[in-house]
């Protein structure tokens, strides 16, 4: 990704389903005026979810996500349909491609895209092939209340279509306005104290921080970059306290002591917590904190994988903190990427990190997952303000 490049996380995710050879990889290249995934007539060409991030007017930045035929069958196709569920968690809106009058596979994955609040774009696929179009169009208007878009992917007719109908069903809260726009004004002087540890590479800085930098800069302001051990003179150096300091959430401890009286404190991971995800149910799920005992089995979340490191935030700060605090006995899983139970029910505390490389949908389905089956969920931010014994000076969007 180059730095002119929209994060994928930050993109309308956007998956089409269908089942084999319905044309979902012929549509995909239509759609993207690229030939980004294979195509051919052997049924279940596509096994794992294939991607592409680009600019498409009048839609703006997305990810389209083609997907395996939703008819596979045999060990290895149920293991591809498990991945293709697994896009549903991230899916924002879905194109659903129909090709003949048998509808149940169809049926069964759209109740389960309507149960997930998913906008559904129903296509028929291969009209330049197809006897029965009208009636396979008035079955799915009858069946499933939706209006069919007429598609050829091959001799490219209906794509403008469907990129339009795209926009229309763009969910209003798809991304939420700004990191920090309701924290700053035009001209504020914001003050980045970011630490430079190992998991921020030399000659780099970590995604939370290039996406704040970049946000405070269009809102106008002032901003400040330096390290924990720069604070002290670079507080001195300003003529004024600044508006806002940001953060990473690890060094509260040694940052909080040098904050002005009258200037916001916040983190990297709590501005994160307010776009990607829901914090007022992180700050409440860490109220959980206060019931946790030698135990206590905890879930910890993150949403990249790498390898881990020394100083690791999630695998190694955070559940040192946890069995300092509660008990040496404390039991704590970790999980990245993709990887996320099913039953929760044996976690008595679930907490994710900032998400930076998830997109809304995703956070919110995982949120979404834990209330219903009624356990605490939280984000790194809010439980290390919350372990510094900070949180109440913390502030939240």
């Known amino acids: 990704m180059s730095l002119t490049d929209t994060p994928s996380a930050n993109r309308l995710h ?4 269908g089942k084999r050879n319905s044309g ?7 759609i ?9 007539d052997v049924k279940g060409t596509t096994t794992d979810p294939v991607s592409k991030a680009m600019e498409i007017y009048p839609i703006g930045p997305c990810l389209l996500i083609d997907t395996a035929g939703f008819d596979d069958t045999g060990d290895l196709g149920s293991m591809r349909m498990e991945k ?7 899916t924002d809106i879905a194109i659903v491609v129909f090709t003949d009058m048998q509808m149940e596979s169809e049926a069964q994955w759209i109740a389960m895209l309507k149960q997930r609040s998913i906008p559904v774009l129903a296509v028929i696929n291969q009209i330049d092939r197809m006897e029965q179009v009208q009636e396979i169009k008035r079955q799915i208007e009858q069946r499933f209340s939706l209006n069919p878009l007429l598609v050829s992917a091959k001799e490219k007719t209906g794509i403008s279509q469907i990129k339009n109908e795209i926009l229309r069903l763009m969910p209003p809260d798809f991304e939420a306005e700004s990191l920090t726009g309701s924290l700053v004004q035009p001209e504020d002087v914001v003050l980045l104290v970011m630490p430079q540890d190992k998991q921020a590479p030399k000659g780099r800085l970590i995604l939370p921080q290039v996406q704040t930098i970049r946000d405070l800069l269009d809102h106008h302001c002032v ?9 002290p003179a670079a507080l001195k150096a300003l003529a004024k306290p600044p508006k806002l300091m940001i953060t990473d959430s690890q060094v509260f401890a040694q940052v909080y002591p040098f904050k002005p009286a009258q200037t916001l404190l916040t983190s990297f991971s709590i501005l994160l917590a307010a776009y990607k995800g829901d914090l007022p149910t992180f700050v409440q799920g860490a109220n959980a904190l206060d019931s946790l005992t030698d135990n206590s089995h905890v879930l910890i979340a993150e949403a990249c994988t790498h390898a881990p490191l020394q100083e690791d935030i999630g695998r190694v700060k955070i559940p040192n903190m946890l069995r300092n605090k509660y008990g040496e006995h404390l039991r704590v899983t970790v999980v990245s990427g993709s990887e996320f139970p099913q039953d929760l029910s044996e976690y008595q505390l679930i907490i994710h990190c900032g998400a930076c490389m998830f997109n ?24 290390l303000a919350k372990l510094t ?3 109440d000076q913390i502030f939240m969007q």
């Open 84 to 90: 293709t569920k697994a896009v549903l968690d991230k």
């Open 360 to 383: 809304r949908k995703h956070v919110l389905t995982r949120v979404e997952q834990a209330k219903r089956q009624g356990i605490p969920i939280t984000n790194y931010g809010v439980v």
């Open 389 to 391: 014994g900070i949180l």
């Open 223 to 231: 901003v400040m970059c330096v390290t924990t051990e720069q604070l």
């Open 32 to 40: 993207t005026g690229q030939e980004i995934a294979l195509v051919s």
């Open 14 to 17: 956007i998956g089409i389903f």
């Open 24 to 30: 979902k990889s012929s549509l995909l290249n239509a």
